[in-house]
């Protein structure tokens, strides 16, 4: 994949109580490179996502994810929501 082609498709694979931006289990968001997508997003978890979106962009691998060029983070608001991450061409 080309660096400068390279996004990234989140998905909220589970939801367990509130969240302050009212997302449910299966809204998805593309992010292309580094940026936030059109939609708004949470900035707490854009945060948490972050680190894991830099080293996925630049092929990291993860021992523990169960797909290769994925990588699972869980909002840091109390954990109720959780992403999957997943790399992509854009």
């Known amino acids: 994949m080309s660096e400068s082609k390279i996004g990234?498709?989140?998905t909220v694979i589970e939801r367990r109580g509130?969240?302050?931006?009212?997302?449910?289990?299966?809204?998805t968001f593309v992010f292309t490179g580094l940026n936030t997508?059109?939609?708004?997003?949470?900035?707490?978890?854009?945060?948490?996502?972050?680190?894991?979106m830099l080293a996925l962009r630049f092929g990291a691998e993860f021992p523990f994810a169960q797909e290769s060029g994925t990588l699972t983070v869980t909002c840091p608001d109390h954990g109720y929501v959780t992403f999957k991450l997943?790399?992509?061409?854009v």
């Open 37 to 52: 997508p059109e939609k708004p997003f949470c900035g707490a978890s854009f945060h948490a996502m972050f680190p894991g």
């Open 8 to 10: 990234f498709e989140v």
């Open 86 to 89: 997943r790399r992509i061409e």
């Open 18 to 27: 509130k969240c302050v931006m009212d997302y449910e289990t299966g809204d």
